[in-house]
């Protein structure tokens, strides 16, 4: 089935520790983006890439990195940096802007984080 | 900034009909976007407006007024399955096309 799959599900991480959320895609997506959902927040970007090996900071960069080597992956690595990481993570694609595919991002089942 | 408006949480009864506000600013609108989020889960695509008027599909229709910067999500017949969290998101062409999202609007859906 054509979809995003986003692994793991649940992960927690120790204070100073890395950690990288996986998202790939099999839609023959140009443009895959990274947010990040708190309670009682709308979704803020955290980093977004139109084309492979190309990648721009969102809104909330900082404490985070990306790499963009092959079209259907886009993982998001949470560095110790980041001071406040517990939050739901979502992974999405975007088709061509103009195309019908294109006026619609669509989503990975979410990774929740948690710091212990 | 562009800061999208949305209730924060609305209550309505099983079978009813239920209106969602949303508002946004106007500079550099390219086109509007309806969600649904249910507790702990990714969301998924409602409707997409960028023309004024009514976009009917099935129980859920979306409306857009770009001269106000004004939409609204109608829910017609509700089921308790529609219990969840309604996001509205903006596209502006001076974001580089990036969509803006408003908080949420938790549904609550009672017998």
């Known amino acids: 089935d054509g979809g995003i799959t986003q692994s793991p599900k649940y992960l927690f991480r120790k204070e100073g520790q890395n950690v990288t959320l996986s998202c790939e895609q099999n839609l023959n997506h140009d443009a895959m983006y990274w947010y990040r959902q708190d309670p009682g927040q709308g979704l803020r970007l955290i980093y977004y890439?139109?084309?492979?090996?190309?990648?721009q900071k969102g809104d909330i960069a900082e404490g985070y990195s990306v790499s963009r080597e092959k079209k259907e992956s886009f993982p998001l690595t949470v560095t110790s940096a980041q001071k406040n990481p517990t939050a739901f993570y979502l992974c999405a694609s975007r088709g061509v802007l103009g195309t019908g595919d294109g006026n619609t991002i669509y989503f990975g089942e979410g990774s929740w984080l948690t710091v212990v | 900034g562009q800061n999208i408006d949305q209730p924060t949480e609305m209550t309505a009864t099983e079978g009813a009909i239920v209106q969602i506000n949303c508002t946004y600013q106007t500079s550099g609108f390219n086109g509007l976007f309806w969600y649904q989020q249910h507790a702990g889960e990714a969301p998924t695509f409602l409707s997409y407006n960028v023309l004024d008027g009514l976009e009917e599909k099935g129980r859920f229709s979306s409306f857009l007024s770009r001269s106000k910067g004004y939409s609204y999500l109608l829910l017609k017949e509700l089921q308790m399955k529609d219990s969840a969290s309604y996001l509205c998101?903006?596209?502006?062409?001076?974001?580089?096309?990036?969509?803006?999202w408003g908080a949420g609007t938790k549904l609550i859906i009672k017998p």
């Open positions: 998101a903006v596209r502006y062409m001076d974001s580089n096309y990036q969509l803006i």
């Open positions: 890439s139109q084309i492979v090996n190309d990648f």
